[in-house]
């Protein structure tokens, strides 16, 4: 059920969830899995100073905030609980 969030959805909502065409999955697709992390490791070394999240996380989650207007407090909570949101920034 974690790894799956559409499994604890009705019909309808897990449709929406699954549309490979919704805005999530394309935001996934054509930001989130396209963001070069290479171009990014300058900027830590290989023994500390590197992000806890991966870099496509991150970059995509600023495009998130930007794109819809967001505060940092509302990001936050829409990637705590919104499964739309959640699900477009995560990497496959």
């Not at 559409?6 to 805005?23: A, T």
Request: hydrophobic share 35%; charged share 30%.
């Amino acid at each position: 059920m974690w790894k799956d969030p559409s499994l604890g959805m009705g019909r309808r909502s897990s449709e929406i969830f699954g549309d490979g065409e919704g805005w999530h999955n394309r935001f996934r697709r054509e930001a989130t899995n396209r963001i070069d992390e290479d171009i990014f490791k300058p900027l830590f070394s290989d023994g500390t100073g590197a992000p806890n999240a991966p870099i496509r996380i991150l970059v995509a989650m600023m495009a998130l905030k930007e794109g819809m207007g967001m505060s940092d407090e509302q990001l936050y909570e829409q990637a705590r609980f919104n499964a739309l949101v959640r699900s477009g920034k995560q990497a496959e």
